[in-house]
């Protein structure tokens, strides 16, 4: 589905990877919320963010390292946005994958043949790669969507080289008496009514269930927490740049041992 293998390693990471694993309860829940959203996901993500998630994207492939011709993983990859800009950005091969057959059957649509993306579906918690297999992990709008965010952030860096970056983008809450209010409008009452709207009923429940969801997953795992999350599973320089007024939140981080 999409793309080829980059020659260095093919085989081995080819021959690794699994037949598609039953699925969680929650990443049953999240299939069947995203499965009728790939028509129209990368046009309707962008109005309904006033252009944001455009940025942010742009800002998490700037901290992905790896050589011309390595490899990379981009988890919950959707219809293969990031993919594309990181295998653009680094000229690196690319791993696009995601728990969604839809999200990657638009993608493999949008990619082509000799694109250097190849799509596997499977789990980002329950990754079918040998430890080390890649010289850079990315990974968008995930952690909502696991039961153990520490344990999925455990299984990312497992896979990734010693000294290798990793890069995540995930939505926030913002804080301050104007524009945690004005977030709070926006996502219960003008998101879920702008979605059906322009996307119908598929795109209402999914902008009814994000406002919620992202308060109540920070809550739990504030930024502070992620961060300290992201250096118990190994990684050094986490650093994070908070966007948007808040709304956004992209880190990037190395994994210990390796030169740098």
């Given amino acids: 589905m999409g793309g080829?293998?980059?020659?260095?390693?093919a085989r081995k990471l080819r021959d690794a990877?699994?037949?598609?694993?039953?699925?969680t309860e929650v990443e049953a829940f999240a299939t069947e919320l995203f499965d009728g959203l790939p028509p129209r996901?990368?046009?309707?993500a962008e109005v309904l963010s006033f252009g944001q998630n455009r940025r942010w994207r742009a800002e998490l492939v700037r901290h992905i390292e790896a050589p011309s011709g390595g490899l990379v993983l981009d988890v919950a990859t959707g219809p293969g946005g990031v993919a594309v800009a990181l295998r653009r950005g680094t000229g690196a091969a690319v791993v696009g994958l995601d728990l969604t057959y839809e999200m990657l059957r638009k993608a493999s649509k949008r990619l082509g043949e000799g694109s250097g993306v190849h799509l596997v579906q499977a789990?980002?918690?329950?990754?079918?790669?040998?430890?080390?297999?890649?010289?850079?992990?990315?990974?968008?709008?995930?952690?909502?969507?696991?039961?153990?965010?520490?344990?999925?952030?455990?299984?990312l860096v497992r896979v990734l080289r010693p000294g290798g970056t990793i890069a995540s983008l995930e939505f926030a809450v913002?804080?301050?008496p104007l524009r945690w209010p004005v977030?709070?409008?926006y996502t219960r009452l003008?998101?879920?009514?702008?979605?059906?709207a322009l996307g119908g009923r598929e795109w209402w429940r999914v902008g009814r269930f994000l406002g919620p969801d992202?308060?109540?997953h920070y809550r739990r795992f504030p930024v502070q927490w992620q961060l300290r999350a992201w250096t118990a599973a190994g990684l050094d320089q986490v650093e994070h740049r908070i966007m948007s007024q808040g709304a956004g939140v992209v880190m990037w981080a190395r994994k210990r041992g390796g030169a740098v």
Wanted: charged share 10%; glycine share 10%; net charge negative.
């Fill in 214 to 216: 992202i308060s109540r």
């Fill in 17 to 23: 990877l699994s037949l598609w694993q039953v699925p």
């Fill in 123 to 155: 789990s980002g918690t329950r990754l079918p790669f040998p430890d080390c297999s890649f010289d850079a992990v990315s990974f968008t709008y995930l952690l909502r969507y696991v039961s153990d965010p520490a344990q999925a952030l455990t299984e």
């Fill in 183 to 185: 977030w709070w409008v």
């Fill in 41 to 44: 996901y990368d046009g309707l």
């Fill in 190 to 196: 003008l998101l879920p009514a702008w979605g059906s």
């Fill in 174 to 176: 913002p804080g301050g």
């Fill in 4 to 9: 080829q293998w980059p020659s260095t390693g």
